[in-house]
């Protein structure tokens, strides 16, 4: 295990992690964005690719673009926008159900 990955383990709030990598940011973003943020940073890391062959320096560098870039999708948007949770990606109202569950669901009333 890498030195930068045992300090980041060691974070816990998003405020802790913008300061880690340096990043200057608006405390009531960060205050009504907090897990959104991180929620994004991992996903952004999630979707990376190279990562595993960097060097520290390298590492940080990429690692705190992408928490930059998290950051900033909270800056110019919102949550309900940027449907990071799964409880906003349903808020639009729209549900998927399945030809099979329809099914099911018709043969069970059916049954009754």
């Known amino acids: ?10 974070l816990s709030s998003a405020n802790e992690f913008l300061d880690f990598f340096g990043i200057a940011y608006d405390e009531s973003v960060v205050n009504v964005n907090r897990l959104h943020i991180l929620k994004r940073f991992y996903q952004y890391l999630h ?25 900033s999708d909270f800056t110019t948007s919102n949550a309900v926008t940027e449907k990071v949770f799964k409880v906003f990606q349903d ?21 009754a």
């Not at 295990?1 to 060691?10: E, F, P, Q, V, W």
């Open 47 to 71: 979707k990376a690719e190279g990562l595993a062959g960097l060097d520290e320096v390298a590492m940080f560098t990429r690692y705190r673009e992408m928490l930059a870039q998290a950051y």
């Open 91 to 111: 808020a639009t109202g729209q549900q998927h159900v399945s030809v099979n569950k329809l099914r099911e669901s018709l043969a069970e009333r059916r049954a």
């Open 1 to 10: 295990m890498s030195d930068l990955t045992t300090r980041l383990k060691a």
